[in-house]
């Protein structure tokens, strides 16, 4: 539950141009500033806050960070499948 939490704040800070406030994230998610601060923590070096506390995206995620195994192992089967057909059009 916690690495969706974190998936929350990242993906509403990507959303943002400038640095966001925790308080206003927050409350975007509605819920409390000590949950997002704890998502903020899990982001790690993927964030980035200032002295007034607020929070802006410094990195992307990376996928295989996300995806469980099972979804890993549907995403390949479907990455080999497009090259097969691109390979029996001739493309």
Known sequence: MAATAACLVFVQLAQQSSYVCIVELAMMLETSVS?????LK????????NDNDEWRVI???IPER??????KAE?????????QAFFIAGL
């Not at 949950?35 to 998502?39: F, G, M, T």
């Not at 899990?42 to 806050?49: S, T």
């Not at 995403?75 to 090259?83: A, I, K, S, W, Y």
């Open 35 to 39: 949950e997002v601060r704890h998502s």
């Open 66 to 71: 996300i995806l469980s195994e099972s979804e």
């Open 59 to 61: 990195k992307n995620i």
């Open 75 to 83: 995403r390949d089967d479907l990455e080999l499948t497009v090259q």
């Open 42 to 49: 899990e982001l790690g070096d993927r964030v980035e806050g």
